[in-house]
């Protein structure tokens, strides 16, 4: 999932700082930075800062069904009240357009939780709803990313759902 900061977004900021910590191989402490967040946005905060937190500590995790719990607490912010407003002031709106682009690539996240947990009907309904969801992303880098990532899930699970 690509980081989108919006200017002067002092939260996505401080994320974008624990995700180069992840991405640079110390998970420790971009778990615990993370840990920090979570605990002063809560499970009340801003739906992108939620959704987007939540994402990358589930990429932190060392059990898959952490990371799973993690992952459906993004989507769950996704999905929720604060995720469909599409209504409000600026901010809001393009807050709620950056929550649905992040929407593909959640399912996306899911389908590969639900795989490492062998739980592969779950992980099919998830690559499913990653592939309907995928029109809302723009045909750009981060787009073309998220398709790619979906495409090669699906010739991941490919054997796994012929060996069932």
Same mark, same amino acid.
């Not at 995700?19 to 191989?25: E, N, P």
């Given at each position: ?46 739906? =992108?800062? &939620?959704?987007?937190? $939540?994402?990358?500590?589930? #990429?932190?995790?060392? %059990? ?6 993690? !992952? ?44 490492? =947990?062998? &739980?592969?009907?779950? $992980?099919?309904?998830?690559? #499913?709803?990653?592939? %309907? ?6 045909? !750009? ?24």
């Amino acid at each position: 999932m690509e980081q989108r900061e919006m200017p002067g977004d002092a939260v996505m900021t401080r994320i974008g700082q624990a995700v180069m910590l992840l991405h640079a191989g110390d998970r420790e402490e971009a778990r615990n930075r993370f840990g920090i967040i979570w605990s002063e946005i809560g499970e009340r905060g801003d739906a =992108l800062h &939620r959704c987007t937190l $939540a994402h990358y500590m589930a #990429d932190t995790q060392d %059990d898959p069904g952490d990371e799973l719990a993690w !992952d459906l607490r993004a989507l769950t912010a996704a999905e929720g009240p604060a995720g469909e407003a599409a209504t409000g002031p600026d901010a809001e709106r393009r807050d709620a357009t950056a929550v649905r682009a992040l929407v593909p690539s959640l399912h996306l996240a899911l389908a590969g939780d639900y795989l490492k =947990l062998q &739980r592969f009907e779950a $992980a099919r309904v998830h690559l #499913d709803r990653a592939w %309907d969801a995928v029109g809302v992303v723009e045909d !750009d880098g981060y787009g073309g990313g998220v398709r790619s990532a979906i495409g090669r899930m699906e010739q991941r699970m490919r054997p796994t759902a012929s060996g069932e």
